[in-house]
C-alpha cells in the first residue's frame, strides 16, 4: 500500500514537473529572431554584384542551407552538434558531460552547447559564462525548438554566427575571407567557417593565422576521426594556407547597382540583366585606362545585347567610388555634346528618305548655310565626295548638308522616338550644328540609338523606326571606317565623336551581337588638350569587344532590298546633292504626294499581300523612281499611281523622285485591319 502511494505521489510529481516544464518553456519571451540584412545586388545568375552593409553596419547575408556547400554543414555538424536532427534544442549528454568537466575544474570549462542553444545565444546577446545565463540559454533553445523546425533554427545559425570584427554568418563570412560566395567551399575553408564563431575574435586569421590554423585544423581531425572526412583529404586540408587578409565585398557595377537600390531601397536583393564576368572584363579595361589618361580624366561604358536588349556590363567612371577622377559620378547619364557620333543617324534618315545614298557625291567645301560655316576637324576639305567616303571621313560639310535636307526637327523627332533624351541650352529648337554634337545626350542614349542601327532599324520594343535598308547602308559604311592600331578592319561597325574645346572622347560600335559604347573626358568638362574619340575612346571601345565571350559575330548581309549599285548606275536624281540636283528649267514643274498624308495613320485591309499601301504623285516630270525607307521598289517609271505590300505594321517613309530631282514624300504610321 505504501509503495502504490510513493508510486501515485512520484507520478503526480512528475505530471506537475512535466506540466511546470512546459509551461516554462512555453512561457519563455523569444527575442526578436530577424535581423536586418546587407543588401544584395547580383547579376543575371544570381552571382553577387555588389553588397551594401546592413542597418546596424554589419555585413550580413540571406542564406540558406541549399546555398551553403554540404561538406561545411557536415563538418559543422559533426564538429558542433551530432545529436542536431534528434534532441529537442537541449542534449542531455553533452550537459552531463559538460556539467562535469565544469564541476572538476571548478569553472566553466565546457559549455554543452547545441547548435539551437548557440542560436539562442545569438538572438539574446547574453552571455554563458554564469550558470543563470546557461539556464536562460536552455529555455530559449527548447522554447525554439517547439516553434521554429530545424531547418529554420539552421538558417538563424548560417546568417547570425560571429566570424569576427563586423561579419555575422556563413555566406559573408565566405565572401570576405576566401572572396567567393559560400557554396562552394574546400575542407580546409570548411572547416576554417566551422572552427571561427567558437571564438571570433580570438581566431581572426588576419590577427591571429596560427591560432586560427590549429583551431581549423581540429575540427578536420574529428571530422576525419568521426568518419565525415576522408582521411586521405586530411593532410591536404591542413596543408591549406590561412588567408592573412580579409577580401573586401564586392562592387562591381557600382552605379548601377547603387541606382536600383535606390530605386527600391526596401527590397533585399536586385537582380540586374548584366553578366558579371562581362561587368568585370569592362571595369578592368577602364581601370587600367585610367592609368594612361591624363590627370582627372574618366571614362564609361555600356554593353549591350542588341539581340535582346540586355545590358551586358554598364560601368559609370572608370574608378567607380573613387575621389579621384570624379568616382562619384555616373557618367553614364551625364549630358554631354556628342560630336560627331550624331552624324551615322543623319545619314540613315537621308537614305531612308530618298534623299541620297551612299554613292551620291556631296560637296566637301567651305559653304555657308545661313551665316553657320562648318569646318572639317582637320580645317581641309576633299571636294567632291562619295556619302560612303564622307561618313568614314567624318567630314562635317557634307553632314550638314545634308541635315539641312532632312531639317533637324527630323533628326530630333527620331531621336526621341529611339528613347534618347536630347537636350539644348534654353530648350530652344536644335540647328544645323545638331549634326556636328550641337546637342546633349548622354552615353546611354548614344548606346540605345546604336542599338537600333545594329537592329536594323528597330527599337528595343519591336517597333520600325528605320527603314531596314537605311539601317544596313550605314552600318556598312561603318565597318570600313579607319581603326586605330591593330584593331580589327572591317567587322565592327563603328563611329567616334570628339566634342568642341577637346571635352569629351566616343565610340560607339556593333557587330552581330553586342553593342558597345565608350566615352572619356573630365566630369567637370574641362578641356583636355589631345584627347579624341579616335585616339582615346576607340582603342578603349575595341579592348571591350576582345572581352565578350564568343569573340566577334559577323555583321548581317543586306537586305534583299537594298540597291547595291555604283554611283553611275544610281538613278540620276540620287547622284549628286546639292546644287546640280535643283533644276533651272522653266519646264520644270515641283511634284507632291496627294496621297498619303505626311503623318498619316493607314489602316490596312486584309493580310499579306493583300494589305496594299497605295501613293499618288501629282504634277512632276516622270520619269519617276518610288522608294521605301530609302529603298528603290521596281515600279513603272511613268505611273503616277504606285502600289506596296509591306512586311507589316510599323513606321515607313514613302519617296518619289522625278526626272529633275523634285522630291516629295510622306511619312505615315501602317497598321493592320
Do not use: C
Amino acid at each position: 500500500m505504501r509503495g502504490r502511494r510513493i508510486a501515485a505521489g512520484l507520478a503526480i510529481g512528475l505530471a506537475v514537473g512535466g506540466f511546470a516544464l512546459d509551461r516554462w518553456i512555453d512561457t519563455a519571451d523569444l527575442p526578436p529572431l530577424e535581423a536586418p540584412f546587407s543588401t544584395v545586388v547580383t547579376d543575371a545568375e544570381g552571382a553577387p554584384l555588389r553588397v551594401f552593409l546592413a542597418a546596424d553596419d554589419r555585413w550580413r547575408l540571406p542564406v540558406g542551407a541549399e546555398r551553403v556547400d554540404a561538406g561545411f554543414l557536415v563538418q559543422l555538424i559533426a564538429y558542433e552538434d551530432r545529436r542536431f536532427w534528434s534532441h529537442p534544442g537541449v542534449d542531455p549528454l553533452a550537459l552531463a558531460r559538460a556539467a562535469l568537466d565544469s564541476l572538476l575544474a571548478g569553472r566553466i570549462v565546457s559549455g554543452g552547447s547545441t547548435l539551437t542553444m548557440q542560436v539562442a545565444r545569438l538572438i539574446d546577446g547574453g552571455g554563458t559564462g554564469q550558470w543563470r545565463g546557461k539556464l536562460r540559454q536552455i529555455r530559449l533553445a527548447l522554447a525554439l525548438e517547439r516553434r521554429l523546425s530545424k531547418a529554420e533554427i539552421l538558417q538563424i545559425y548560417l546568417t547570425r554566427a560571429p566570424y569576427g570584427g563586423n561579419i555575422e554568418g556563413v555566406r559573408a563570412a565566405s565572401m570576405s575571407w576566401f572572396g567567393k560566395d559560400a557554396h562552394r567551399l574546400s575542407p580546409g575553408e570548411a572547416a576554417l567557417l566551422v572552427a571561427l564563431p567558437q571564438a571570433p575574435e580570438a581566431r581572426r586569421p588576419d590577427r591571429a593565422p596560427l591560432v586560427a590554423e590549429r583551431a581549423r585544423n581540429g575540427v578536420l581531425a574529428r571530422a576525419a576521426a568521426l568518419g565525415v572526412l576522408d582521411p586521405t583529404v586530411l593532410p591536404h586540408a591542413m596543408a591549406e594556407p590561412v588567408p592573412r587578409r580579409r577580401t573586401p565585398f564586392p562592387e562591381h557595377a557600382w552605379h548601377l547597382a547603387g541606382r536600383a537600390v535606390a530605386e527600391d531601397p526596401a527590397a533585399p536583393v536586385h537582380r540586374l540583366p548584366v553578366d558579371l564576368k562581362m561587368q568585370i572584363g569592362l571595369e578592368h579595361v577602364l581601370a587600367a585606362a585610367a592609368g594612361r589618361l591624363p590627370p582627372g580624366v574618366s571614362a564609361a561604358g555600356i554593353v549591350i545585347d542588341h539581340r535582346s536588349g540586355r545590358l551586358v556590363a554598364h560601368a559609370g567612371a572608370a574608378l567607380p567610388g573613387a575621389t579621384a577622377r570624379g568616382g562619384f559620378i555616373d557618367m553614364s547619364r551625364a549630358v554631354r555634346s556628342p560630336g560627331s557620333a550624331l552624324k551615322p543617324f543623319v545619314y540613315a534618315l537621308a537614305f531612308a528618305d530618298g534623299r541620297a545614298h551612299p554613292e551620291t557625291r556631296l560637296e566637301d567645301r567651305p559653304t555657308d548655310f545661313g551665316g553657320y560655316a562648318p569646318v572639317n576637324f582637320d580645317g581641309g576639305y576633299r571636294g567632291a565626295v562619295s556619302a560612303r567616303e564622307a561618313l568614314q571621313l567624318s567630314l562635317n560639310v557634307p553632314a550638314v548638308a545634308l541635315l539641312d535636307e532632312i531639317g533637324p526637327a527630323r533628326l530630333t523627332a527620331f531621336l526621341r522616338r529611339a528613347g534618347a533624351v536630347p537636350r539644348t541650352a534654353g530648350d530652344a529648337a536644335p540647328g544645323l550644328a545638331a549634326a556636328l554634337g550641337g546637342l546633349g545626350l548622354s552615353l546611354e542614349d548614344l548606346a540605345r540609338l546604336y542599338a537600333v542601327l545594329a537592329r536594323g532599324g528597330v527599337d528595343g520594343g519591336g517597333d520600325r523606326l528605320l527603314g531596314a535598308a537605311a539601317a544596313w547602308q550605314v552600318s556598312d559604311i561603318l565597318r570600313g571606317a579607319p581603326v586605330p592600331g591593330l584593331a580589327p578592319s572591317g567587322r565592327i561597325a563603328f563611329k567616334t565623336g570628339t566634342s568642341y574645346g577637346y571635352r569629351d572622347a566616343w565610340a560607339i560600335g556593333h557587330d552581330g551581337a553586342h553593342v558597345v559604347a565608350i566615352w572619356a573626358g573630365r566630369p567637370d568638362a574641362a578641356a583636355v588638350p589631345g584627347l579624341s574619340g579616335f585616339e582615346t575612346a576607340a582603342p578603349l571601345m575595341f579592348e571591350v569587344f576582345a572581352r565578350i565571350e564568343g569573340g566577334l559575330v559577323p555583321l548581317p548581309p543586306p537586305p534583299s532590298d537594298v540597291l547595291l549599285v555604283s554611283h553611275a548606275e544610281l538613278p540620276a536624281p540620287l547622284r549628286q546633292l546639292g546644287p546640280v540636283r535643283r533644276p533651272a528649267k522653266a519646264d520644270a514643274v515641283p511634284l507632291a504626294l496627294v496621297y498619303p498624308p505626311d503623318g498619316a495613320v493607314l489602316v490596312l485591309s486584309g493580310r499579306g499581300a493583300a494589305a496594299r499601301l497605295v501613293a499618288k504623285v501629282q504634277d512632276g516630270r516622270a520619269p519617276f523612281t518610288w522608294m521605301v525607307d530609302g529603298a528603290v521598289v521596281p515600279w513603272d517609271p511613268m505611273a503616277r499611281s504606285f502600289v506596296w505590300t509591306p512586311d507589316g505594321p510599323g513606321h515607313v517613309t514613302v519617296t518619289v523622285l522625278d526626272r529633275f530631282g523634285h522630291a516629295a514624300r510622306a511619312g505615315v504610321e501602317l497598321r493592320l485591319d
